[in-house]
Each structure stands twice: as C-alpha cells, then as structure tokens.
C-alpha cells in the first residue's frame, strides 16, 4: 500500500495501520498449519499468506499456535496510545470470579448455596491480565483432547489419587490419560451408553441434547459425542481440583454449576435426556425440588436416568456403607416424585433406572393433581436468572386444540439444525416469525463464509470450544456447525427476545448469562469467542473494559475473537485491546466500506507465568 512522504514520493509501508478498514479489496486468505503435538516441541511456525491483491493482507495477525513463549506477532507502531493491563499475580491462574472458593466457604451450607454464583463487588473485581501456568500448551485436537490432556494446562493430580480405582483419570509423564470410566461405569463409557441405548433412541438422531449433573470429568458426554448427542454437562467447584477444567481442556461442553438454591440457567423443554451417575444431588428431599427442576428442563417424552445410590440398595448397602432403611426411603421418594412428574419408569436393572417424561398433561390420568403443587402458570418457566427454585411442577404447554400433542414433534438431528423449530412455528417467541427466523439463518451462513476467508482453519481443528457471546436464534452455531467443534450459545439475560429454548430445539446447546458478571468456567477454556453486537447491547450497562477482561481470562492463549459491531464501537473495543496483549485488524462487511457494521478480529498472545512466579511474554 502506497503512501506519500514528506519529500512527496510513494514508499510503502512495512505494515498496515490497525486502523486502516481494508475491506475495500476483499477479504483476507490467511492459511497455516497448526501444531500438532500439542507440546509445542519442533513445532514449525508455518504462516502462508494468500495474497489476492497488495491490501488483502493482514500481516501482523497470526491464527497459529506457538510454544516457544514468543508471540509471533508486533503492533504497529501507528497504534493509538492505549491503557496497558499488567498480569495479575501468579496464584490467579486458575481465578474464577463467582465461584471463589475463599469467598464460598464463608457462606451458608444449606442446599449448596455455597457453591453457587456469588460474584465480586466493583471493589473487588480484578483488573488484570489472568496469566497462564509456566508450560501451557494448545490442547491436543479432538477426538485426541478427549483421551489426553498435558499436564502443564491443569497441573493437579488429586483426582488421580481419589478416583484410582475408578478408572476416572490417571497421570502418565507430562499428560493426563483418561481411560474413559468412572465411579458406575468401571466398564468404559461406551459400554455404559450401550446399556443405556437398549433404552434410549439414542443412535437414530432423537437424542441430540443431554444434561449431565455432576459430571465429574465428564467422560459421559465426551464418549456421547461420537454418537451424535452433545451433553450439556456441569460440576461444581469443590474439593476435586479440576473437574470442570479437565472437561473443557478435553473438548467436552461444561460449566461450573450446582444444583441449589436458584434454578438452572436453561430454558424449558431443552434436554432430550438428563442424567445423573452417582452424582450425590439428594433428589428425594426438599419437596423433590431437584427432580423438579430437572422435569422443567426435560422436553416431553424425554428421559431421566440415574445411576448409583439409591438403585439397587438390597445387593449394594452394605458396600455402600449405609443403613438399608435409609436407602430404601430414599428410592421410595424417588419413586413418588417420579409419579407426580408423570415419570414413567422404563428400565431399572442393576443400579441404573431409567424414567421418561409423559409427553403432555393427558400422559398422566392418575396423578392425584390436589397432592401435586403446580407452579403459577402466570411465571415463565424460561425466566431463571437468580430465580429462586421451587418445589412446584411446571406445567406442560398448553394445547391449541384438544387432545393435541403438546409440541410439535421435533425432527431428528442433523434434520432439526435448519428445520422450523416449534417455538418458532407456534409463534412463542415474541418478535420471531417463521420469515425472521429463515431469513436470519440465510444472513449467517454468509457471515461465517466470510468468517472462513478470514480465518480458513476455523473448521481444520484447530477450534474446538467455541462461545457465542450474543447468539440470538443460534444461526452462527448452525452455520458452522461440525464433528470438530461445539458451540456455547450465549443468550444475555438482558436480551429483549428469549430465544435460548430454539436454540436447544435446533439439537444446539446453550445458556443464560449476564456479561456483567464472569462467566461460570475456569480460565483459557474457550478457543475462539464469536461477539455479535456485545457492546452495543451492553452500552451504559457495564464496562467495556470489565466484558474484555473476562473474554481475555477465558480465551486460551492464541485463541482469537471475532468482533461484529458498529465502527465507532468498535474502535474503542481495539483500543482496549491493544493494551491486553491481543493483536487485533479492522475488516470491513463483507457487502463493502459503506456498511457502518465492521468486524475486529483479534488474536491473544501467548505469554504464561515464569519461574519466578512472575510473568514473561
């Protein structure tokens, strides 16, 4: 690109200014190999540029990995002067700000409401860089990351001491192996699902979306991928270091989360199956408020299956090491419940049992509904952000005529991704027409083929956790969508349309969240963060600067941010992040520079903490 001097001849610049919008000559081909050891050692650093024309290049902004603790990329030096972030202190590497655990253990035990969210003031919120451990690598792609995990990323071994016997996780030299069982599967997960599958449709494409309580490391979901399901799974912080952050270095969805005080973040009817493995959530007391909860979010005809305690309790009290008239009662609830859910029970046969949820109010003629408390059906059932949980069934949906089903019956995934969803076709989402709805899946499957200009390894691997900070009716999930990646669809609690449900009803998964608050996972577990309109939604709500500052802590070093946004915005946006160590280009739309909507992508740099318990770059 050719400027003019003082001396009024052209010289080219050695670089292009991060402020200059190049869309004027198309998009960007930028193609290299990634590393494929996940060590980092005698990892080439290959950069291919395609170059189309002299101004279709962006060469400061590199999508590959390095090891080497060198960030492969500079900063023009034409950068606008902004506020520089200093890392914060070595013992943060692992900080999640609302499940802190010096901050939990000075709250109130009753029904787990220590481990739930409870988030920093203003006062008491970082404002610096979370750094990585000393070693950190990129993870193995998946299906590898599912197996394998380099022990540097999360250094702690407890679990491999605590669970040896159960097959859960071993240490092996500079990895952690994970053999694929756990405390009731000793067998593997796969023979596990097997069992389940004599039950469940969960081959054919009718089970896409599954809850997992109480995860542990999560090798249920991990070993569901291959057959198609994508489990939503969840752990709380606890005494066994990792669980959560062992399930996402593998490639596994999960979030910190507990079964508590406050309701789920999901809407109702998302899960086709739920499932809990020895997860210690007493579900026979309170009320039964927890297998009520888990009935909100099951779609009608969907399934329950728990595993352990108390199944079974004749052949296992005395291994288990409690009373038989404990267990007894605590099966004898479960039972009850189930009934008042209309819960019929299908399968039990060693300590599995498995129940599936009627499909409408006409599924369950014998239940006694003057013993049974009925939610208000003048609640939404959708709106759960710090809503208290209550003992109370959620009522199915109403029917248009009589004796219809409840829902229109859901295709089977991948059929369900770009079908019609029945939120959408009932017209239940306000604002949302089966025309919008089309015409909003057309816009992003452009979208994300410029998105695969831009960045051409997006679907080679090297991305596996995916976050979709605004998602809205789950359009960019779906338009890139594929075996090598999942998507965390993010609907912000301050969205004016509660689209989350058709989303879940795409076969795609997804949450509720406030970006005023941290999100609920530990540190570098996303691999690249797709922003649509953040800041312009979030405008006099929050900070700027406090939204990038958790995108930075849960974004792995040299993991990258697609921004879409104003200009305007987004030149502040790039001014902040120039001082957080990422490396970040102004792209025009792809329909040309008079579109005021621009795209910043960016690029985090990787530097971790040093010997001295300090950080390099």
Same mark, same amino acid.
């Given at each position: 690109?050719? &400027?003019?001097?003082?001396?009024?001849?052209?010289?080219?610049?050695?670089?292009?200014?991060?402020?200059?919008?190049? #869309?004027?000559?198309?998009?960007?081909?930028? @193609?290299?190999?990634?590393?494929?050891?996940?060590?980092?050692? #005698?990892?080439?650093?290959?950069?291919?540029?395609?170059?189309?024309?002299?101004?279709?290049?962006?060469?400061?902004?590199?999508?590959?990995?390095?090891?080497?603790?060198?960030?492969?990329?500079?900063?023009?030096?034409?950068?606008?002067?902004?506020?520089?972030?200093?890392?914060?202190?070595?013992? $943060?590497?692992?900080?999640?700000?609302?499940?802190?655990?010096?901050?939990?253990?000075?709250?109130?035990?009753?029904?787990?409401?220590?481990?739930?969210?409870?988030?920093?003031?203003?006062?008491?919120?970082?404002?610096?860089?979370? *750094?990585?451990?000393?070693?950190?690598?990129?993870?193995?792609?998946?299906?590898?990351?599912?197996?394998?995990? *380099?022990?540097?990323?999360? !250094?702690?071994?407890?679990?491999?001491?605590?669970?040896?016997?159960?097959?859960?996780?071993?240490?092996?030299?500079?990895?952690?192996?994970?053999?694929?069982?756990?405390?009731?599967? !000793?067998?593997?997960?796969?023979?596990?699902?097997?069992? @389940?599958?004599?039950?469940?449709?969960?081959?054919?494409?009718?089970?896409?979306?599954?809850?997992?309580?109480?995860?542990?490391?999560?090798?249920?979901?991990?070993?569901?991928?291959?057959?198609?399901?994508?489990?939503?799974?969840?752990? !709380?912080?606890?005494?066994?270091?990792?669980?959560?952050?062992?399930? =996402?270095?593998?490639?596994?969805?999960? &979030?910190? #989360?507990?079964?508590?005080?406050?309701?789920?973040?999901?809407?109702?009817?998302?899960?086709?199956?739920?499932?809990?493995?020895?997860?210690?959530?007493?579900?026979?007391?309170?009320?039964?408020?927890?297998?009520?909860?888990?009935?909100?979010?099951?779609?009608?005809?969907?399934?329950?299956?728990?595993?352990?305690?108390?199944?079974?309790?004749?052949?296992?009290?005395?291994?288990?090491?409690?009373?038989?008239?404990? =267990?007894?009662?605590?099966?004898?609830?479960?039972?009850?419940?189930?009934?008042?859910?209309?819960?019929?029970?299908?399968?039990?046969?060693?300590?599995?049992?498995?129940?599936? %949820?009627?499909?409408?109010?006409?599924?369950?003629?014998?239940?006694?509904?003057?013993?049974?408390?009925?939610?208000?059906?003048?609640?939404?059932?959708?709106?759960?952000?710090?809503? /208290?949980?209550?003992?109370?069934?959620?009522?199915?949906?109403?029917?248009? &005529?009589?004796?219809?089903?409840?829902?229109?019956?859901? %295709?089977?995934?991948?059929?369900?991704?770009?079908?019609?969803?029945?939120?959408?076709?009932?017209?239940?989402?306000?604002?949302?027409? +089966?025309?919008?709805?089309?015409?909003?899946?057309?816009?992003?499957? /452009?979208? &994300?083929?410029? $998105?695969? /200009?831009?960045?051409?390894?997006?679907?080679?691997?090297?991305?596996?956790?995916?976050?979709?900070?605004?998602?809205?009716?789950?359009?960019?999930?779906?338009?890139?969508?594929?075996?090598?990646?999942?998507?965390?669809?993010?609907? *912000?609690?301050?969205?004016?349309?509660?689209? =989350?449900?058709?989303?879940?009803?795409? #076969?795609?998964?997804?949450?509720?969240?406030?970006?005023?608050?941290?999100?609920?996972?530990?540190?570098?577990?996303?691999?690249?963060?797709?922003?649509?309109?953040?800041?312009?939604?979030?405008?006099? /709500?929050?900070?700027?600067?406090?939204?990038?500052?958790?995108?930075?802590?849960?974004?792995?070093?040299?993991?990258?941010?697609?921004?879409?946004?104003?200009?305007?915005?987004?030149?502040?946006?790039?001014?902040?992040?120039?001082?957080?160590?990422?490396?970040?280009?102004?792209?025009?739309?792809?329909?040309?520079?008079?579109?005021?909507?621009?795209?910043?992508?960016?690029?985090?740099?990787?530097? +971790?903490?040093?010997?001295?318990?300090?950080?390099?770059?």
């Amino acid at each position: 690109m050719a &400027v003019k001097g003082n001396s009024g001849d052209n010289r080219t610049r050695s670089s292009v200014s991060l402020f200059i919008v190049v #869309g004027l000559c198309g998009f960007f081909y930028i @193609l290299g190999a990634w590393q494929r050891s996940g060590f980092g050692k #005698g990892d080439s650093i290959a950069l291919q540029v395609t170059r189309q024309t002299d101004c279709s290049i962006i060469p400061n902004l590199s999508f590959e990995t390095h090891h080497s603790g060198q960030a492969g990329a500079t900063v023009d030096d034409s950068e606008i002067e902004a506020k520089v972030f200093q890392p914060c202190p070595a013992k $943060y590497i692992d900080y999640t700000p609302c499940q802190d655990n010096k901050r939990a253990m000075k709250l109130p035990r009753e029904n787990m409401m220590y481990r739930e969210r409870h988030c920093p003031t203003e006062k008491q919120k970082l404002h610096c860089l979370i *750094p990585a451990p000393k070693g950190y690598v990129t993870p193995f792609p998946w299906p590898k990351s599912r197996d394998y995990v *380099p022990y540097a990323n999360a !250094p702690y071994k407890s679990l491999t001491v605590e669970k040896a016997i159960q097959n859960w996780i071993q240490y092996e030299g500079n990895v952690f192996k994970f053999p694929g069982g756990g405390t009731q599967f !000793p067998q593997g997960a796969d023979a596990y699902i097997d069992q @389940l599958a004599s039950v469940i449709p969960i081959e054919n494409g009718t089970i896409r979306t599954a809850l997992d309580t109480g995860c542990g490391v999560a090798s249920w979901g991990a070993y569901l991928w291959k057959r198609n399901v994508i489990a939503m799974s969840f752990a !709380p912080r606890d005494n066994h270091q990792a669980q959560v952050q062992f399930a =996402l270095e593998r490639g596994v969805p999960a &979030v910190i #989360g507990v079964l508590g005080t406050i309701k789920l973040p999901y809407p109702s009817r998302a899960f086709d199956m739920a499932h809990c493995s020895r997860c210690l959530i007493p579900w026979g007391e309170n009320d039964g408020m927890y297998m009520m909860e888990v009935d909100r979010v099951l779609r009608p005809g969907g399934y329950w299956v728990l595993s352990g305690p108390p199944i079974n309790w004749k052949n296992n009290y005395e291994s288990w090491k409690r009373p038989r008239e404990e =267990l007894q009662e605590e099966q004898r609830k479960i039972e009850d419940i189930a009934k008042q859910l209309c819960w019929e029970k299908k399968y039990e046969k060693g300590e599995i049992a498995i129940w599936r %949820k009627g499909l409408n109010a006409d599924s369950c003629p014998g239940r006694d509904d003057s013993q049974v408390t009925m939610c208000e059906t003048t609640t939404n059932a959708d709106d759960v952000w710090y809503e /208290k949980m209550e003992a109370c069934v959620t009522p199915f949906p109403e029917a248009k &005529v009589p004796d219809e089903a409840i829902e229109e019956e859901l %295709k089977v995934f991948p059929d369900r991704l770009n079908a019609i969803p029945p939120r959408v076709s009932s017209g239940s989402v306000r604002g949302v027409s +089966v025309e919008t709805y089309m015409e909003d899946n057309k816009l992003w499957k /452009k979208h &994300v083929n410029a $998105y695969k /200009k831009i960045i051409p390894i997006i679907d080679s691997g090297r991305y596996r956790n995916i976050m979709d900070m605004n998602a809205g009716l789950g359009s960019f999930a779906a338009a890139i969508e594929s075996p090598k990646l999942w998507v965390m669809n993010v609907v *912000p609690t301050i969205f004016d349309k509660n689209t =989350l449900g058709v989303i879940y009803e795409r #076969g795609l998964i997804g949450i509720y969240h406030d970006w005023c608050e941290a999100f609920s996972t530990y540190p570098r577990t996303y691999d690249l963060i797709h922003g649509y309109g953040i800041f312009s939604l979030y405008k006099n /709500k929050c900070d700027i600067e406090d939204i990038l500052l958790e995108m930075d802590r849960i974004l792995r070093p040299e993991g990258t941010v697609i921004f879409r946004d104003d200009v305007d915005v987004l030149i502040k946006v790039k001014k902040f992040v120039t001082g957080m160590r990422w490396n970040a280009k102004m792209i025009d739309h792809e329909d040309g520079p008079l579109v005021t909507e621009k795209v910043l992508v960016a690029v985090k740099q990787y530097w +971790v903490v040093d010997e001295n318990n300090s950080t390099s770059l």
